[in-house]
């Protein structure tokens, strides 16, 4: 990976006019095929024409988790892109009824909502959710998040591939200075910083993101063995760049009691 790698956004460039971008992910490599292939596109149509476009993760055949600012309400709809990765891949949108739009509504905090499919996703395996009291990944540890974007500074238009970025987990403690900012108020938050050093931006295009690890998982088995396998495994949703281009980079922690109880309750 380049020493520099940025979230950038596809500002209101030529040929980019009818939409509304809400954070574009612009990582420096391009995810493998075979992997990502749950991350979806959440995309809200506005009466105007015009579209707001945010990422997803699918954690159920039938569910996807994302930032809740990627629903704005009764002005226009909201669907879900499944089938954007690979390139090859057959793409599809489908409607997502107002009912099937579940936000996190504890004290107005912690800004994430689960949308309900019409119907059951194939050929995609989902993500999967950290598994019984987990706990927020550790300072210094390094997860993956993948979107869509400009790979430069001065953004551009985005790519058409979809891009892969590790990023270095801090605590709440050791989060940049967000006093003054939208995300003071929320409580079960961590931040991100650049592997290595490296220098990342949050700009507008995929606010929603999965925050994921790649985890040893046991499986049942017949006779009462067990079988590891590789997974990945969700642990927060992105939130930066919901405006402008910043160097902060907060996730919501899905392991907080509060949010992972509600999660499963819907999903199971």
Not at 48 to 74: E, F, N, P, Q
Request: net charge positive.
């Amino acid at each position: 990976m380049d020493k520099t790698a940025f979230l950038i956004l596809g500002l209101w460039a030529a040929g980019v006019t009818s939409s509304v971008i809400e954070k574009r992910l612009v990582p420096a490599i391009t995810c493998p095929d075979t992997e990502k292939r749950y991350h979806v596109r959440v995309v809200h149509y506005f009466h105007d024409g015009k579209s707001m476009t945010c990422g997803g993760t699918l954690i159920r055949k039938r569910w996807v988790i994302t930032a809740s600012h990627c629903y704005v309400g009764r002005d226009g709809t909201l669907k879900v892109e499944i089938g954007g990765h690979p390139k090859t891949a057959v793409k599809k949108q489908l409607l997502i009824k107002k009912k099937n739009i579940r936000v996190y509504a504890e004290n107005l905090r912690e800004p994430i909502m689960l949308l309900k499919l019409p119907e059951a996703v194939k050929n995609i395996k989902p993500a999967l959710l950290a598994p019984g009291d987990c706990m927020a990944p550790t300072d210094g540890e390094e997860l993956k998040v993948s979107g869509y974007g400009a790979t430069t500074a001065e953004g551009g238009e985005g790519v058409k591939d979809l891009m892969c970025l590790e990023v270095k987990t801090l605590s709440k403690n050791h989060c940049p200075d967000l006093s003054g900012t939208n995300y003071d108020k929320f409580t079960y938050i961590y931040c991100g910083g650049g592997v290595g050093g490296a220098e990342i931006k949050a700009c507008q295009g995929d606010s929603g993101s999965g925050f994921l690890k790649k985890e040893l998982i046991s499986k049942p088995a017949l006779y009462f063995w067990s079988k590891e396998k590789t997974a990945d495994v969700l642990y927060g949703v992105l939130l930066s760049g919901q405006d402008a281009c910043e160097d902060k980079f907060v996730f919501v922690d899905l392991c907080a009691k509060k949010i992972k109880k509600w999660i499963d309750k819907l999903v199971s």
